[in-house]
Nanobody, 126 residues
Framework: QVQLVESGGGLVQAGGSLRLSCAVS????????MGWFRQAPGKEREFVAV????????YYTDSVKGRFTISRDNAKNTVYLQMNSLKPEDPAIYYC???????????????????WGQGTQVTVSS
């Protein structure tokens, strides 16, 4: 069993920054590609970013390219999402997820992921 615990959410002004963290325990961290999703009220959960098992490759949804950066520290079993230039359309509950699928490919659907965290709330004030 894999446990994922997100942290770092909060309230920030538009244009500001937040860094989300997701601590992973229970299995070999490097066995998983790690992704971030978000879900705003009344909307479906959507893909944000994914990083490969060793952190060498990343992929982002278009709306966050150039503003968000996903990274991982395999020594700390933690994945991060650095969010800069936050916009009014970014508020949501942000979830991290772990995927044990084999060869690298951008994993952008919920069905690609095996384990999920509980989420952390991000709020942006205008």
């Amino acid at each position: 069993q894999v446990q994922l615990v997100e942290s770092g959410g909060g309230l920030v002004q538009a244009g500001g920054s937040l860094r989300l963290s997701c601590a992973v325990s229970g299995r070999t961290f490097t066995g998983y590609a790690m992704g971030w999703f978000r879900q705003a009220p009344g909307k479906e959960r959507e893909f944000v970013a994914v990083v490969s098992k060793i952190g060498s490759t990343t992929y982002y949804t278009d709306s966050v390219k150039g503003r968000f950066t996903i990274s991982r520290d395999n020594a700390k079993n933690t994945v991060y999402l650095q969010m800069n230039s936050l916009k009014p359309e970014d508020p949501a509950i942000y979830y991290c997820a772990a995927s044990q699928l084999g060869a690298w490919r951008p994993r952008t659907t919920m069905g690609d992921y095996d384990y999920w965290g509980q989420g952390t709330q991000v709020t942006v004030s205008s």
